[in-house]
């Protein structure tokens, strides 16, 4: 699906969520992906949400520098299919994720539509461990922990300050539209070119402490950790 197949017209505010999977994913994965996102529309009646799975298989390049190379083209690829002028925010979502709240996209945007926006993400089963250590980032430069407190910041707060996130956000159209791109981090993900171009433009990414996104404890469905 590219921005051909979009309708002609669009109502504000509009939220493009793209979410990327593996073919081969499994299939329990695959229906909870496509469940959850299915919610969306009716639990987010302010909002109009065009959702793109993407299933495409992109080949290990010699340049591929990180874990994340492939799915950083794929984003890029997804990003330049679309007329993004058509969308006040692009929102992001893990296809591992098994559960966040039907209306997240309506809460990210009323936390912060003006930069990014996400909410802290565990591990199914564990639900006191942290998965995104790579992604989340404080304000102080240190990688949010597995473990409690996971991140001094968070204690007593119900929406915190960092540097990055990753897995599931919001993040404003015009950030896309302005050439902003992913790219390879050699410590931390390919959404640190994103976050860091939003904070250069005066824009805040914050962490909405009062939902939570779970991740699916990947050992259970055959699948190493990444």
């Known amino acids: 699906m590219c921005s051909s197949d979009l309708p002609a017209e669009v109502v504000t505010p509009s939220v493009l969520a793209l979410i990327p999977l593996k073919a081969d994913m499994h299939p329990d ?84 539509a003006h930069g990014i926006s996400s909410l802290p993400v565990f591990i199914e089963d564990k639900e006191n461990e942290f998965y995104d250590t790579a992604g989340f980032v404080g304000l ?37 539209q302005s050439g902003v791109r992913h790219t390879d981090h050699p410590t931390n993900t390919d959404h640190w070119s994103i976050c860091q ?5 005066g824009r805040s990414v914050t962490v909405d402490l009062r939902m939570r996104a779970l991740h699916a404890n990947l050992p259970k469905y055959g699948e190493s950790w990444h």
């Open 197 to 201: 171009a939003a904070r250069k433009a």
């Open 29 to 112: 994965l695959k229906r909870r992906a496509l469940e959850l996102a299915g919610r969306m529309p009716a639990a987010n009646p302010s909002l109009q949400i065009i959702t793109v799975f993407d299933w495409r298989r992109l080949p290990k390049e010699p340049k591929d520098s990180t874990p994340w190379s492939k799915v950083t083209r794929v984003r890029n690829t997804l990003l330049d299919c679309f007329k993004l002028s058509a969308f006040t925010h692009v929102l992001w979502i893990d296809a591992d994720l098994v559960e966040y709240p039907a209306d997240m996209p309506t809460r990210l945007l009323q936390t912060n």
């Open 140 to 176: 102080d430069e240190k990688h949010w922990e597995v473990f409690s407190p996971h991140h001094e910041d968070m204690a007593g707060r119900e929406v915190v300050e960092v540097s990055c996130v990753g897995c599931v956000y919001s993040a404003p159209s015009w950030l896309y």
